[in-house]
């Protein structure tokens, strides 16, 4: 089941000696059962400690918490992974739906998600998250922005902000607007973004070796100049989103209508070529696709096995990402008396997202030969539209009596899938959904009890093409024929479970202990990719026959509060029946079979038990001063993640410590982090280790009351102070598109 729009609210509470402090109020929309259990089982994210900070993909935003970590493709691009488990394990929500693009397809696409205006980010991590969303077995991300509020507005609010960056010398502009008249509440964000191409540390790009040793003296040079560029070419990333809501709210319930269009171009750093020198370029751990992060699984590095003759392919072009979202929402509820039944409420989203990959030759470049091969350039790199086009409905009942908190939720989806052009490698898929759930809450003096069901029916039609290569050694060139089309049609009924108990020992200390077991369908590249997928430089093959991957979870908390200090441990473990990873062909295959695939290397998925285990440790103590609190925290996180044949699964986070001393005072407030980041040596077979490096970020926020009433907050920033060079060992492309040299960054926010 997706998540319930009801309307919650609780504050978070800390035990002092002999009172509770109310530390900040939490508006919380990502549950069926009541917010007390929300806090025992969610991290949330209050959205002006976003706001202050520099603008950053949603993976690198999440990235400093205990348990998330990021797969990034540039800037643009950071897929969130939690506990080593991503791609559709993990779900995307916007005021909770699941956000449906097409990340889930390429490493080099965004969630095309929107943090200017954001309230506040909720995550679930673990068995917890069948509580509030269907189709995860990782957890969930929920991102609100109250574009529909549920209560009426009591006062209207201008906010005007700015931001200028100097690592891609990027700036951005936003304004929003909430407020009530005649009745109506009215919401309304705009966010403008333009960051150019991010500077990176000498050496930060690392490239195969060259195989060729005998090269003249001033090509090796080139070389050397190459790899030590100052900035990473076509890093940037423009975005322009707006989104506007209305609702009316009444003692019946409210009912509201939103609507949001986000549009995106940017370039992507690293870009495969179909005849040979992308998988030199991925010659590492990184065997597996991308469209899963953490279950992408190669036995062999093909390394620099397969030469580089085109390795100049893209040099002075341009290849970008071109990005379209809409999005229509109707949301409501209504208080009834009818019986057991309080209250029900209903979402339906109406999404409509693109994503078009393109060539553009740079000014200058071949001009002498521009004539005589423009035809063949235009032919060659011609774009390839992603399109994603979904309707979802969800009803929810709220049966709650004296006794239990309970809720039962109705869920249908309707999804169409297709890859269009030049690049495709799966052919259009038709999906639909259905599930049907309740949720039930509990307490039982000092115990708390959760339990959630689900039933879900899943069909997906599609179809997989035969394509053979065919050579023509005259012209020097080869072409692709299609063959055969067969038909497939995917269809599964499953049930999952989840239940926690949580139990408090006085006002300080508490346990909870959650377990789940969850099924997830295949996805659709999974089942029906058939193709090349230069963003990972392979031939994907999917397997219509792949059945049901069964997650089961467990974690257990310890968690203790009292007098400034506080502390939480947790232990997790998920065994995976039939995980589903994507395996490469052996170096002896690839030899046998390299013209049939333009010189790339085929990946089939295949399943396989799996198992992931690991702990995240949060240490912290608060001191009061006169200006203020300062507070010292300490964070450690670690996952593991090996194959029932006892290789590792590849592109796993390294353990992490996460070090940080804020301060917060009544007009200004302040942090310094450093994030130490291991070296990461359990890989996948034939992989590369990665280098361990320390990122050390700042901020700084004071307050202006205004004379009039209006308000002025001033930030600054800085990341990556150190310089580092550093690369994420769960990006697909970490030695190619390393992360940004240090960032120093300016903002402003008035309100009015």
């Known amino acids: 089941m997706t998540l319930s729009l009801c309307y919650l609210t609780a504050p978070f509470v800390a035990h002092g000696d002999d009172e509770e402090q109310i530390i900040d109020e939490v508006v919380v929309t990502s549950s069926y059962v009541r917010s007390t259990q929300i806090e025992k089982h969610s991290l949330v994210i209050d959205g002006s400690s976003i706001n202050e900070g520099a603008s950053q993909s949603l993976g690198e935003t999440l990235d400093d918490y205990a348990g998330i970590s990021s797969s990034d493709y540039g800037a643009a691009v950071g897929q969130p992974i939690i506990r080593g488990l991503s791609g559709d394990r993990v779900k995307i929500l916007s005021n909770g739906l699941p956000v449906r693009d097409v990340s889930g397809i390429g490493a080099d696409h965004l969630n095309e998600v929107d943090l200017s205006s954001v309230r506040q980010i909720e995550i679930a ?25 549920r209560t009426d507005l009591t006062e209207s609010a201008l906010r005007i902000g700015a931001e200028t960056q100097t690592v891609n010398d990027g700036s951005s502009g936003s304004l929003s607007y909430s407020g009530n008249i005649n009745g109506l509440n009215l919401t309304y964000s705009f966010k403008d973004e333009d960051y150019g191409n991010f500077d990176i540390p000498s050496g930060a790009v690392l490239h195969s070796e060259d195989e060729h040793h005998d090269e003249e003296d001033h090509e090796e040079e080139e070389e050397h100049e190459e790899e030590n560029p100052s900035f990473l070419e076509n890093s940037d990333f423009t975005s322009r989103s707006h989104k506007l809501g209305v609702s009316k709210v009444g003692d019946w319930g409210h009912l509201g209508i939103s609507y949001s269009n986000i549009e995106s171009v940017f370039g992507i750093p690293f870009h495969g070529d179909e005849h040979g020198d992308d998988h030199d370029e991925h010659g590492d751990d990184d065997h597996g696709d991308d469209d899963h992060g953490d279950d992408d699984h190669g036995d062999d590095d093909h390394g620099d096995e397969h030469g580089d003759e085109h390795g100049d392919e893209h040099e002075g072009e341009r290849i970008f990402s071109n990005t379209e979202s809409k999005s229509f929402d109707i949301d409501g509820s209504f208080n009834l008396d009818l019986g057991p039944i309080n209250k029900m409420a209903f979402t339906f989203r109406d999404s409509d997202y693109s994503h078009t990959e393109q060539h553009a030759e740079e000014a200058g470049h071949g001009d002498e030969h521009e004539d005589e091969h423009e035809d063949e350039h235009e032919d060659e790199h011609a774009p390839t539209t992603f399109s994603n086009d979904s309707r979802e409905l969800r009803v929810v009942v709220n049966l709650d009596n004296d006794s239990f908190n309970q809720n039962i939720v109705f869920n249908m989806v309707d999804e169409d899938t297709s890859i269009i052009g030049e690049e495709a490698f799966m052919n259009p898929v038709d999906a639909s959904e259905t599930s049907f759930g309740y949720y039930l809450s509990k307490d039982f003096a000092n115990l708390n009890f959760d339990f959630g069901a689900r039933v879900e029916t899943i069909e997906k039609d599609g179809s997989m093409t035969e394509r053979e290569e065919h050579h023509d050694d005259e012209e020097e060139h080869e072409e692709e024929h299609e063959g055969e089309v067969t038909q497939h049609s995917y269809s599964t009924e499953m049930i999952s479970f989840a239940a926690s108990i949580s139990r408090d020992f006085g006002d300080a ?145 390294p353990a992490r410590n996460i070090y940080s001393v804020a301060f917060g005072g009544e007009s200004i407030s302040a942090s310094l982090r450093l994030k130490d980041v291991e070296e990461q040596t359990r890989i996948a077979t034939n992989g590369t280790s990665t280098d361990g490096y320390q990122m050390l970020d700042f901020s700084m926020t004071k307050s202006f009351d205004l004379a009039g009433g209006p308000s002025l907050n001033v930030s600054i920033f800085g990341n990556n102070l150190l310089d580092e060079v550093a690369r994420n060992h769960t990006s697909f492309v970490k030695n190619e598109v390393p992360l940004p040299g240090r960032n120093y960054g300016l903002k402003f926010n008035f309100e009015i």
């Open 509 to 653: 200390f508490s346990i909870t202990a959650g377990g789940a077991r969850v099924n997830r369908a295949p996805s659709a590249s999974e089942l029906f990719m058939n193709g090349p997928h230069l963003a990972t430089g392979r031939f994907e093959v999917g397997d219509p026959t792949l059945g049901t991957e069964t997650h089961n979870n467990f974690d257990i908390a310890f968690n203790y509060a009292a007098n400034g200090y506080s502390a939480s441990v947790t232990f997790f473990n998920c065994s995976v029946d039939d995980f589903i990873y994507l395996v490469d062909e052996t170096e002896e295959e690839h030899e046998d079979h390299d013209d049939d695939h333009g010189g790339l290397v085929m990946a089939e998925y295949k399943q396989q038990d799996a198992d992931f285990n690991g702990y995240e440790l949060e240490l912290s103590k608060s001191f009061d001063l006169a200006s203020g609190v300062v507070k010292l925290a300490y964070a450690r996180d670690t996952v593991i993640g090996e194959l029932a044949n006892g290789s590792d699964v590849p592109r796993i986070a």
């Open 125 to 149: 991590k673990g068995p917890s998250s069948l509580l509030y969303a269907s189709g995860t077995a990782g957890g969930i991300i929920n991102i609100v922005d109250n574009a529909i509020p």
